[in-house]
């Protein structure tokens, strides 16, 4: 299998793509509760930052990677294309905005656990560029998003398994970066002990119900990139090895398989 490098040639079309959604409104998929007619806005009413790209997590993923291709090559022909956005959206009012929606009782299990991890995600990409001015804009979203992991976590007596948004071992998995970025050890600690107690136990995986139709990743493999990032090497190579004892033998034989 040939492998694909991200070349400033290939970060340029990324980063071109995402232009071309970010501000886009519409077409729009909100995850949004009506509690009266006062909740009826448009996408750019709700989401004065995330407003474009379909829905909302998606708007906040394709800005992750738009900083992250910033940051890998700040010279590039969609940089300054970029830095602009970044400096339109990246602005107190709107980030006061996104964090006021927030606010509202209907939004305590908005974009959970998915679009909490992602918003996460960008803030520590944006915590790695040399302008960390855009970091210090979106800090006190990104610090709504780090509480809510804090306040689940310890009333979430199971994981989510789904190879879907709702996966909870995608999102201790993103946001254990931040926590890293923001050197918030109380956080990385919390991250870490959720993780054992979901999946510490595990052992032998069958992954039988990979792939289905509804899926985007693997229950399985993201669950051991997820213990991967919050174990230790010499903790997590032992679980590893409980997890999935027939890599070797190329079993189970669901993740040896492409999906189609």
């Known amino acids: 299998m040939s492998e694909t490098i991200l070349t400033e040639q ?3 079309r990324f980063a071109r793509i995402a232009l071309g959604h970010v501000t886009r409104e519409y077409p729009n998929k909100p995850d949004h509760v009506l509690a009266g007619p006062q909740d009826a806005r448009t996408p750019r009413e709700l989401h004065p930052v995330f407003f474009g790209s379909y829905d909302w ?3 906040v993923h394709s800005y992750w990677m738009l900083a992250r291709l910033l940051r890998r090559y700040p010279t590039s022909e969609a940089a300054d294309a970029i830095r602009a956005l970044f400096d339109a959206q990246f602005v107190p009012e709107k980030i006061a905005a996104e964090c006021a929606y927030l606010a509202a009782p209907t939004a305590r299990g908005f974009k959970r656990p998915y679009g909490w991890g992602w918003l996460l995600k960008l803030a520590a990409e944006l915590a790695l560029l040399d302008d960390v001015g855009w ?4 800090a006190p979203l990104a610090a709504i998003f780090a509480q809510r992991f804090r ?5 979430a007596t199971y994981p989510v398994r789904v190879g879907t948004h709702f996966n909870t071992a995608f999102g201790l998995r993103m946001a254990v970066d931040y926590a890293a970025a923001t050197q918030d050890d109380a956080l990385s600690a919390l991250l870490r002990e959720t993780a054992l107690r979901w999946y510490g136990a595990d052992q032998d995986c069958p992954a039988w119900g990979e792939p ?3 899926d985007f990743q693997s229950s ?3 669950e051991a990139e997820c213990m991967r990032r919050l174990l230790s090497p010499s903790d997590f190579l032992p679980w590893f090895d409980r997890f999935l004892p027939h890599l070797a033998q190329g079993e189970p034989a669901t993740l040896f398989r492409p999906a189609r």
């Open 135 to 138: 970091h210090e804009q979106i």
């Open 57 to 59: 997590h998606s708007c």
């Open 212 to 214: 289905s139709g509804d």
């Open 151 to 155: 306040d689940f976590l310890p009333l």
């Open 220 to 222: 399985a493999l993201i």
């Open 10 to 12: 290939l970060a340029v």
